[in-house]
């Protein structure tokens, strides 16, 4: 297959943890006979510095007509001023806006050699297997807003229209129908106007799907059942932000951020007749520990395998990847983030080339069947 993957460094660890997943899909296209083609382009902060915006227009151009985008993270402290014209998240924002990718797909798996890099009880994490479905382009991030110009008013409006709820819904029922056929949608509906037509929209949308286990949660009980069950869940779709707050808690359970990827769709399509995706980890641009070669590349490696499957139609080459993420994990190989007594932490550059070998090291798929 030929492809061409739009490559998004971004800022702060974005840079070294794409570095690692493009050698993860070379390695990928070397062994299974693809041709894969990176075009890299800028986004965020490294794009305000050399072009005075976050989103160039070379940039938006150049992911409609790729195949798929891989992202690594934006921002840093450099770009935060509030007098600031424009920030590094706002390029990402609209970049999802331009594309319609309506929908963020976040799974949340626990790799069971990871089980003590938790600070969950091992017996809440057994079982935990579960697909977060967030509204991606409308809500508060989108909604009328005022910036505190006088330093005494400001606010954000979080805004939804029927389709814009319908369509995530629906498509995280269709996900649901695939996996354990449980639905779960989370709102504020006690006390939100925005809420209280989201969960009119889901029980209507989801009246069309019969097959599924439906229940409708408010969002301070989901982030509490979340700690206390969350092996009991199986698709949870929410807004744009009560989805981006519930993953990064549920990013817990995996024991990092650095272990999970996501991948963000809608209904444009490639040349392959396949979504055209935005992939990333759902971690930030981690100023703090940029340049010191210790950020987990493991979530932007397993954003690959997202991409892969998605966008691309590769389900064995998505596949060996999560195998070969595991079977390096099994090793007991760590970086920083996860790391455990006894085990050998690396840096951000050996666990990617750990990954590779272990890839390369399977020429019979023997990872592959391990994986399914």
């Known amino acids: 297959m030929d492809a061409t993957i739009v490559i998004l460094d971004g800022d702060g660890i974005g840079p070294e943890v794409t570095a690692e997943a493009?050698?993860?899909?070379?390695?990928?296209?070397?062994?299974?006979?693809?041709?894969?083609?990176?075009?890299?382009?800028?986004?965020?902060?490294?794009?305000?510095?050399?072009?005075?915006?976050?989103?160039?227009?070379?940039?938006?151009?150049?992911?409609?007509?790729?195949?798929?985008?891989?992202?690594?993270?934006?921002?840093?402290?450099?770009?935060?001023?509030?007098?600031?014209?424009?920030?590094?998240?706002?390029?990402?924002?609209?970049?999802?806006k331009t594309l319609d990718l309506f929908a963020n797909l976040r799974p949340v798996k626990l790799h069971p050699q990871l089980v003590s890099a938790s600070t969950i009880k091992e017996e809440t994490l057994v079982g935990v297997d579960l697909l977060v479905v967030r509204e991606l382009t409308g809500g508060v991030y989108?909604?009328?807003?005022?910036?505190?110009?006088?330093?005494?008013?400001?606010?954000?409006?979080?805004?939804?229209?029927?389709?814009?709820?319908?369509?995530?819904?629906?498509?995280?029922?269709?996900?649901?129908?695939?996996?354990?056929?449980?639905?779960?949608?989370?709102?504020?509906?006690?006390?939100?106007?925005?809420?209280?037509l989201w969960r009119s929209v889901a029980t209507d949308a989801l009246a069309d799907y019969p097959q599924l286990d439906v229940d409708h949660i408010l969002v301070d009980a989901m982030a509490m059942h979340l700690i206390r069950r969350p092996a009991d869940f199986d698709v949870i779709v929410a807004g744009n932000l009560f989805g981006d707050i519930l993953t990064d808690e549920a990013s817990m359970l995996a024991g990092s951020m650095g272990m999970l990827p996501s991948a963000s769709l809608g209904d444009m399509r490639n040349r392959?007749?396949?979504?055209?995706?935005?992939?990333?980890?759902?971690?930030?641009?981690?100023?703090?520990i940029a340049g010191q070669g210790i950020a987990n590349p493991l979530a932007a490696i397993l954003s690959n395998a997202m991409l892969l499957?998605?966008?691309?139609?590769?389900?064995?080459?998505?596949?060996?990847?999560?195998?070969?993420?595991?079977?390096?994990?099994?090793?007991?190989?760590?970086?920083?983030?996860?790391?455990?007594?006894?085990?050998?932490?690396?840096?951000?550059?050996?666990?990617?080339?750990?990954?590779?070998?272990?890839?390369?090291?399977?020429?019979d798929n023997q990872d592959v069947e391990r994986a399914q």
């Open 272 to 288: 392959h007749s396949l979504p055209l995706g935005l992939y990333e980890p759902i971690h930030g641009s981690a100023p703090d």
């Open 142 to 196: 989108f909604g009328p807003r005022k910036e505190a110009d006088d330093d005494f008013e400001a606010y954000d409006t979080m805004l939804y229209t029927r389709p814009e709820i319908e369509r995530v819904v629906r498509l995280a029922a269709e996900s649901a129908l695939g996996r354990r056929r449980r639905l779960t949608s989370v709102d504020k509906a006690n006390v939100l106007a925005s809420s209280r």
């Open 22 to 96: 493009k050698k993860i899909l070379a390695a990928v296209a070397e062994r299974f006979g693809h041709n894969f083609v990176f075009n890299h382009q800028l986004i965020g902060g490294c794009a305000i510095d050399q072009f005075g915006v976050s989103l160039p227009e070379k940039t938006v151009e150049a992911a409609e007509d790729a195949d798929a985008a891989l992202l690594g993270a934006v921002g840093g402290p450099k770009w935060d001023a509030p007098s600031s014209p424009d920030r590094p998240e706002r390029g990402v924002l609209e970049l999802r």
């Open 309 to 363: 499957r998605h966008s691309l139609g590769l389900e064995k080459e998505a596949a060996a990847i999560e195998a070969a993420v595991d079977a390096v994990l099994e090793e007991g190989v760590r970086t920083p983030d996860i790391k455990q007594k006894g085990a050998e932490t690396v840096s951000t550059e050996v666990m990617g080339n750990l990954v590779v070998e272990m890839l390369k090291s399977n020429p």
